[in-house]
């Protein structure tokens, strides 16, 4: 079953990274990444046509307390969203607890293995601070990037499925699985 988030006062940190909820002044640095072409239609979004349009997001994101800025030497580079996974498509798993992450990176910033970095540690936050007993996460077919952060972070492959974006787009997407057991197992760094 899905967990009701609230990060409110969650800030969290890695080497690199702050993650910290999103606040209205983090409005400039959501529309330079999300007005860009070719970065949020790999999450199944249109770019922002304007800012009013990152505004609207902006709130929704403050509004519901599940999504972190990832903050990168003070600038809102990206997002990762604690999200609900489609219960209906996981009936096998449906006594326990999970949620789905979502996330996006500045094109600017790409390739530098920042969103792994950024995931691993919502991750521990998921299983160590919140108890979860998993994390799901999918990729459209063709986002060979995406595809490549989830293996990084230890998910495994379980299904492919057509889902519909906000555009109403249909589109191939690999579902994939972390268990707590097997995050448990995965190297940990010192
Ligand atoms: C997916 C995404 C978050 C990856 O973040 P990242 O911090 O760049 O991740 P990494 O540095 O680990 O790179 C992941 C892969 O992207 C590819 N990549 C890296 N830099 C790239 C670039 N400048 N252009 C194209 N692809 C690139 C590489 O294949 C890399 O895998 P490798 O390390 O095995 O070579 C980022 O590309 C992004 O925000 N994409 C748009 C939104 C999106 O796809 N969200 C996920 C929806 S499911």
Redesign the pocket.
Known sequence: MNYKHDISNTILKTNRLTLRPFVLSDLDDLYEYAKVD???Q???WPPHKNKEESLMILNMFIEEKKTFAIVYENKVI?SIGLENYPEELFKNIKDLNGTEL??????D??????????CKEVLRYCFENLKLDFVA????AW????K??Q??LGFKYQFETIRKTRTEKEENCAYNLLMKEDYYQLPREN
């Open positions: 070719g970065v949020g790999m999450a199944g990206g979502g996330y996006v990176l500045s094109k910033y790409w390739g530098k293995g920042l969103m792994p970095e950024a996460c999918c990729y459209f986002n060979n990037q995406s490549r952060v293996e990084k």
